[in-house]
């Protein structure tokens, strides 16, 4: 039976909003300071580390492959790639060696070249996962199930298409539980060049932020953006330090 043949015009849409996944478009503070994780450990990620042992200077190797490697710059993809081992080591300092090591065992799990972005990984790779390191960080059987179920929490904040890949992600924007945050905030590689915006209004968050360090309050950009107020306020989260918002 011969397979039917899509039009060119959603061929051209399919390309295009691929590509757009996989464009260069974040440097390493901006990712730093979407993910709530610091430069230097995402830079070890995309980079590797490097280090002395007996006199000797070595290298760990990167886990995840950059967009862009000189300079640095990161896609759409990379960022989620990085929100996903993030939520799977927030708890526990797993070291990078044996963090590769799990996800070359969850690539040869799925038969995915990435397995971070791989929709499988929601479903099955945070048992997998901790099945795998249950070992390495002494947790017990109950111990893996509360955390792969923490990490599940995590990764419902990526939204996906029909065919699993990612296409949005609702950054973490307060200092709350993860389950109990709203998705106000959402970072879409077709809406405003992948820059984050208030949901549901397209309003970049760093136009609010911008605004709020010019003296306007929250109260007011929410009455004129038709927004609710702390959905306002998470914009403003999104782009400044906790402290300064």
């Given at each position: 039976?011969?397979?039917?043949?899509?039009?060119?015009?959603?061929?051209?849409?399919?390309?295009?909003?691929?590509?757009?996944?996989?464009?260069?478009?974040?440097t390493?503070?901006?990712?730093?300071r979407?993910?709530?994780?610091?430069?230097?450990?995402?830079?070890?990620?995309?980079?590797?580390?490097?280090y002395?042992?007996?006199?000797?200077?070595?290298?760990?190797?990167?886990?995840?492959?950059?967009?862009?490697?000189?300079?640095?710059?990161?896609?759409?993809?990379?960022?989620?790639?990085?929100?996903?081992?993030?939520?799977?080591?927030?708890?526990h300092?797993?070291?990078?060696?044996?963090?590769?090591?799990?996800?070359?065992y969850?690539?040869?799990?799925?038969?995915?070249?990435?397995?971070?972005?791989?929709?499988?990984?929601?479903?099955?790779?945070?048992?997998?996962?901790?099945?795998?390191?249950?070992?390495?960080?002494?947790?017990?059987r109950?111990?893996?199930?509360?955390?792969?179920?923490?990490?599940?929490?995590?990764?419902?904040?990526?939204?996906?298409?029909?065919?699993?890949?990612?296409i949005?992600?609702?950054?973490?924007?307060?200092?709350?539980?993860v389950?109990?945050?709203?998705?106000?905030?959402v970072?879409?590689?077709?809406?405003?060049?992948g820059?984050?915006?208030?949901?549901?209004?397209?309003?970049?968050?760093?136009v609010?932020?911008?605004?709020?360090?010019?003296?306007?309050?929250?109260?007011?950009?929410?009455?004129?953006?038709?927004?609710?107020?702390?959905?306002?306020?998470?914009?403003?989260?999104?782009?400044?330090?906790?402290?300064?918002?």
């Amino acid at each position: 039976m011969r397979a039917e043949r899509l039009p060119s015009e959603r061929l051209n849409a399919i390309d295009q909003r691929l590509d757009r996944r996989e464009l260069p478009a974040y440097t390493l503070h901006e990712a730093a300071r979407y993910l709530g994780v610091s430069g230097s450990t995402l830079r070890s990620w995309f980079v590797g580390q490097h280090y002395v042992y007996r006199d000797r200077p070595r290298q760990f190797r990167r886990v995840i492959d950059p967009a862009q490697a000189k300079p640095l710059i990161l896609s759409f993809s990379n960022l989620v790639e990085a929100y996903v081992l993030a939520a799977i080591r927030r708890h526990h300092k797993i070291s990078l060696p044996r963090t590769r090591r799990a996800l070359s065992y969850l690539s040869k799990k799925f038969g995915s070249r990435r397995p971070l972005l791989d929709s499988q990984l929601a479903a099955h790779g945070p048992d997998l996962f901790m099945e795998h390191l249950g070992q390495i960080i002494n947790l017990s059987r109950d111990g893996q199930v509360e955390i792969a179920e923490l990490i599940r929490v995590y990764l419902k904040r990526v939204e996906r298409d029909a065919e699993g890949a990612p296409i949005k992600l609702y950054p973490l924007v307060r200092a709350q539980p993860v389950a109990e945050q709203p998705r106000t905030v959402v970072i879409d590689p077709t809406v405003s060049f992948g820059r984050p915006v208030l949901v549901g209004t397209g309003i970049p968050t760093a136009v609010l932020a911008e605004q709020f360090k010019a003296g306007d309050r929250p109260a007011d950009l929410a009455r004129a953006y038709g927004a609710e107020e702390q959905a306002v306020w998470d914009s403003i989260r999104c782009e400044l330090d906790l402290e300064a918002a």
